[in-house]
C-alpha cells in the first residue's frame, strides 16, 4: 500500500472513529434516558402506591366507586395532598398505625395501575384499586401467581411493573402498572436508534472517502509529477553516461595506468548505477515494474549470488560462512531474488568491520523459504530498522564513508520482496550485528 492510499486511509478511519464516538454517545444518551424515565417513575409510582395501601385514586373517589372524571364538579385540587385521607376510609389490610401518616403523590394518575391483595394460603385474589377490565379472573389470578414465582419485590412481567409488599395481616399487596404500549416503543426505538446508527456510518463513510480523495488529490498530482521528472531526468541522463563511458574506454585505451581517468570512470559508474536505480523505483512506483514469476531452484538461486563475493571477502580479509538447504523451491523471478540476495551481501560487505564474518544461511521455515543474511560490526539503532528501508536513508555513523552508495539499495530490495509478496525485515543489536531476513512463499 502506498503513502498517499495509507494517508487516505488514516483520514476515513479517524472520521469515521470520531462519527461513531458521537453517534454512539447520543443514541445510547437517549435510550438510556427513556429507558430510565420509564423504568424509574414506575418504580417510583408502585412504591408510592403501595404506601398508599394499593389506592390508585384519592379514596373519595374509591369509595363512591365512580371515576374519577365523574365525581360531579371535585377535581384533583380539591383534595389535600398533603393532609392525606380520613382513617377510617382506607383499606382495612393497611396497618392502622401508619394511616394518619398517608401521603398521596401528586403524580399517582396513571388509569392502567391496580392492585391486589393475595392470601397465597387460601388462593384468595382481592381487588384494592383499579379495573382490569382486559382480564378475567382467571386471568388475573395467572398473572399474579406468575409475579408471585419470580420471587422479586419489584420489576417486570410482560409489559407490566410490578411492585410486591407485605400487609399487616401477612398477606401479599401486589401493585401492578401496565405500560406495554411504552416498553413496546423502547423497543422500536432500539431498532430505528441501531439502523440510524448504521446508516448514518455507511453515509459518513461514503462523504468521507470523497472528501478525502478530493484532499489527497492535490498531493498525488504533486507526486505523480515528481515520479515523472525523475523517470524523464534518469532517460535523460543514460545517454551522456554512456558517451563518458564510451570516450574513457578509448582514452584508457592509450593512457592505461592514469589514475585521474580511472576516478571519472568509478564515479561515472557509480552515477549509471545511480540512475539504474531510480529508474527501477520509478518504474515500481507507478506499477510499470513487471516480473515473471515461475517456480525455480531457490536453492541454487542463492548459491549463484553469493559465489562471485567469495574471493572479495577473502581480499578484504573477512569470512564467509554459506549454508544452504537443498531442494528450496520458491515462485517468482530468479533474476530479481539473486539481485535482492546480492544487494544484502553487498550491504554485509561494505558495513563489516576488518576481520568480521558474513554468514548467508537458506533454509525452509514453514511455509516460507527463508534466507539471512548476517553481518558482524556497527550495528543500527533500533529506531532505525525500519527507516534504512526508505530512499537515500543512511546512518550518520554507520552508513557513510567511502564505500557508502546512495542509500538506495535497501529500498530496491524492498520493493523486490515486495513484488513477490515476500517479507524483508532487518534485527541488529544496535552494536555489533546486522541480519537481514528474506521470506518467500
Not at 16 to 40: D, E, H, K, P, S
Not at 67 to 78: A, N, Q, T
Not at 177 to 187: A, D, H, I, K
Not at 402 to 425: D, E, F, R, V
Amino acid at each position: 500500500m502506498t503513502l498517499l492510499k495509507k494517508t487516505r486511509l488514516y483520514i476515513i478511519l479517524l472520521v469515521m472513529a470520531m462519527i461513531t464516538v458521537l453517534l454512539t454517545f447520543a443514541t445510547a444518551a437517549i435510550n438510556i434516558f427513556l429507558y430510565n424515565r420509564i423504568y424509574g417513575d414506575s418504580f417510583v409510582y408502585l412504591e408510592k402506591m403501595a404506601q398508599n395501601g394499593g389506592v390508585n385514586m384519592p379514596p373519595e373517589a374509591m369509595m363512591k366507586n365512580k371515576p374519577f372524571d365523574e365525581r360531579g364538579d371535585r377535581r384533583r385540587g380539591d383534595f389535600d395532598f398533603r393532609g392525606g385521607p380520613s382513617p377510617d376510609r382506607l383499606p382495612e389490610h393497611f396497618p392502622p398505625d401508619k394511616r394518619p401518616h398517608l401521603v398521596f403523590a401528586k403524580n399517582l394518575g396513571f388509569r392502567a395501575a391496580m392492585s391486589f391483595v393475595v392470601d397465597c394460603e387460601h388462593s384468595e385474589f382481592t381487588l384494592i384499586s383499579g379495573r382490569p377490565d382486559e382480564f378475567s379472573e382467571e386471568e388475573t389470578k395467572e398473572l399474579c401467581t406468575n409475579i408471585l414465582a419470580l420471587k422479586k419485590q419489584k420489576g417486570s412481567y410482560e409489559g407490566y411493573f410490578f411492585n410486591l409488599s407485605k400487609t399487616s395481616e401477612g398477606k401479599c399487596l401486589v401493585c401492578l402498572l401496565n405500560r406495554y404500549s411504552e416498553l413496546q416503543y423502547l423497543v422500536r426505538l432500539n431498532k430505528y436508534s441501531v439502523l440510524i446508527w448504521v446508516c448514518t456510518l455507511l453515509l459518513g463513510f461514503f462523504v468521507s472517502s470523497f472528501f478525502s480523495r478530493l484532499l489527497i488529490k492535490p498531493i498525488e498530482n504533486s507526486f505523480e509529477r515528481q515520479k515523472q521528472f525523475i523517470s524523464d531526468s534518469s532517460h535523460e541522463l543514460r545517454t551522456p553516461i554512456s558517451v563518458i563511458d564510451a570516450n574513457l574506454s578509448v582514452v584508457m585505451a592509450e593512457y592505461p595506468d592514469n589514475k585521474w581517468l580511472g576516478y571519472i570512470k568509478d564515479e561515472n559508474q557509480r552515477m549509471g548505477q545511480l540512475v539504474k536505480d531510480l529508474l527501477f523505483l520509478t518504474r515500481n512506483d507507478q506499477n510499470r515494474q513487471k516480473i515473471d514469476k515461475k517456480e525455480f531452484d531457490f536453492s541454487s538461486a542463492v548459491t549463484n549470488a553469493v559465489l562471485p563475493f567469495e574471493s572479495i571477502i577473502f581480499e578484504e580479509g573477512k569470512y564467509l560462512e554459506l549454508k544452504t538447504q537443498d531442494g528450496l523451491k520458491a515462485n517468482g523471478d530468479e533474476n530479481s531474488i539473486k539481485q535482492l540476495i546480492t544487494i544484502l551481501l553487498d550491504n554485509a560487505l561494505k558495513y563489516s568491520n576488518d576481520g568480521g564474518i558474513i554468514k548467508v544461511n537458506a533454509y525452509q521455515e514453514g511455509q516460507y523459504q527463508t534466507v539471512k543474511v548476517y553481518n558482524t560490526g556497527n550495528g543500527i539503532k533500533k529506531e532505525n530498522l525500519d527507516k534504512i528501508f526508505r530512499r537515500f536513508f543512511r546512518e550518520d555513523k554507520a552508513r557513510t564513508g567511502l564505500k557508502s552508495g546512495y542509500g538506495l539499495g535497501l529500498s530496491i530490495a524492498k520493493s523486490i520482496a515486495s513484488l513477490h509478496n515476500g517479507i524483508l525485515t532487518a534485527d541488529s543489536d544496535g552494536k555489533s550485528w546486522v541480519e537481514f531476513t528474506l521470506k518467500l512463499r
